[in-house]
């Protein structure tokens, strides 16, 4: 137990450690604090040979979104059936998550403006924070180092910009996403309004870290669900 409290203080929100720790009892497993990681924010893992459960969560985020990260990890945890065909983040996961997360749905753990939108989040639960473009926003204003970069949203239609390198030209909007060309290859992709951009004056672009996933527009290839998404 010591260990786990030492992993979690620090982490998460000082009124959350024992609801953490408590979660940790009921249902053991492995905690590890992972290296920031592009792919994901955490994961859950089960060695059937071991037949022992592990979470990771990454060790930079911000204690607001390592709680939410936590607790979604603790769900797969919770729900996971050796050899079992459920979907990873299907309605068991949702129903365990949404039950494990409901006390700390309040003031004396959340901010107002992140509570708020938490909330509306678990109605429906996705299987990443990064698909509720407005959760992703609000979290992030938390961050330690965060910086004042543009993003895809502050793009006006027919502006260029830089995305990873990539030189793109926004073409229109679709809600949470924009079409937008990509100048060396001429395909059409849909990215996240929140992507964080650079501006086409930069030379160089630096590479970003935090880019919310693009799908390739159904518009040129039918096979749509071809998309990089950086978090799981």
């Known amino acids: ?9 620090g982490k998460v929100p000082e009124a959350a450690i024992e609801y953490c720790i ?14 920031k990681r592009l792919s994901k924010l955490g994961d859950y ?5 071991e037949q022992s459960h592990t979470v990771t969560v990454n060790v930079d985020l911000n204690a607001y979104q390592f709680l939410i990260t936590y607790i979604h990890e603790v769900a797969h945890r919770v729900v996971h059936k050796p050899r079992s ?17 409901l006390p700390m749905l309040n003031p004396g753990i959340f901010p107002d403006d992140i509570l708020r939108v938490l909330a509306k989040h678990m109605k429906n639960p996705k299987a990443s924070t990064a698909a509720d473009p407005k959760l992703v926003k609000v979290l992030a204003q938390y ?15 027919g502006e260029e910009f830089f995305l990873r390198k990539r030189k793109f030209r926004k073409l229109e909007v679709k809600r949470t996403r924009a079409l937008c060309l990509d100048l060396a290859n001429n395909r059409r992709y849909l990215i996240s309004q929140i992507a964080e951009i650079n501006p086409v004056n930069i030379e160089e672009p630096p590479k970003i870290e935090k880019v919310l996933s693009i799908k390739k527009s159904s518009k040129v290839n039918s096979a749509a669900n071809n998309q990089i998404n950086l978090f799981e």
């Open 85 to 101: 065909r459920q979907l990873p983040h299907g309605v068991q996961w949702k129903n365990k998550f949404q039950e494990l997360i």
């Open 1 to 9: 137990m010591k260990n786990v409290r030492s992993k979690l203080e």
């Open 22 to 35: 408590k979660l940790w009892e009921l249902y053991p497993f492995q905690f590890k604090l992972s290296r």
């Open 143 to 157: 961050d330690a180092n965060a910086v004042l970069q543009p993003i895809l949203e502050s793009v006006a239609i």
């Open 45 to 49: 893992r089960y060695d059937p040979r």
